[in-house]
């Protein structure tokens, strides 16, 4: 935990080098503040300037052009976009979870039949993992779906017990990691405004159940003047 946000990943290389690696699905315009506080932090901390990377995981243009700027301030951070990632090492790795990854990669041709081929050597129960993990990440990305049917048709000829796309309680389970993912993005933002947030607006938060509104609430809580503003909108 750093500052009011907690950071991503923070490790360091074989060479000493500290790396700050932060994941980033849609603009929050809070994000590039976010990052000088996590360095002015972790240099605090450990007495060594980190390499931070943001690494943009999510649809389009990246929003971000990795500076953020306040009067004489001015800082800079390192900017990926993952789409544009060369996927050939991630998809090569002997871990499953790289080949997941792989997914939101820049992916080259025959990638979908590469991943199936994986797919089949794994066993049942590690493969119906595997699936719904892929079938998640689809999800936050829409120039993917059209490629994916390639690998639901793959997947529609294995041994699988379940048709996931039907199952209700994959589809439930799905949804339900969607709105607590909301619910946390909300809060964050707010702590990231204001500081400590009131336990009954936390509960209040807590208790919605429709991505929508919660939706509104993250904008609402980045726009906000104070929190009485906020939880008068809430």
Known sequence: ??????????????????????????????????????????????????????????????????????????????????????????????????????????????FWERLSERLMRLPETERMDFVQRVSYLVKLRRDLSEEYEALRKEVRSMPIVIDLEKDPAYRTGIEKGLIVEARELVIEALEERFGSVPEDIKQKINSIEDRAVLKRLHRLAIRAGSLEDFRQGL
């Open 1 to 110: 935990m750093f500052g009011k946000g907690r950071a991503d990943f923070l490790g360091r290389l074989d060479d000493g080098t500290l790396v700050h690696v932060e994941l980033q699905v849609q603009h929050d315009p809070t994000l590039p503040e976010r990052m000088v506080e996590y360095f002015l932090a972790i240099r605090q901390r450990f007495g060594q300037t980190p390499v931070q990377i943001l690494l943009y995981l999510g649809d389009g243009p990246v929003p971000y052009d990795g500076t953020f700027k306040a009067g004489p301030l001015s800082f800079t951070y390192t900017v990926k976009d993952l789409k544009e990632l060369n996927c050939e090492f991630l998809l090569n790795s002997p871990d499953p979870n790289d080949n997941i990854l792989a997914v939101l990669c820049r992916r080259s041709e025959g």
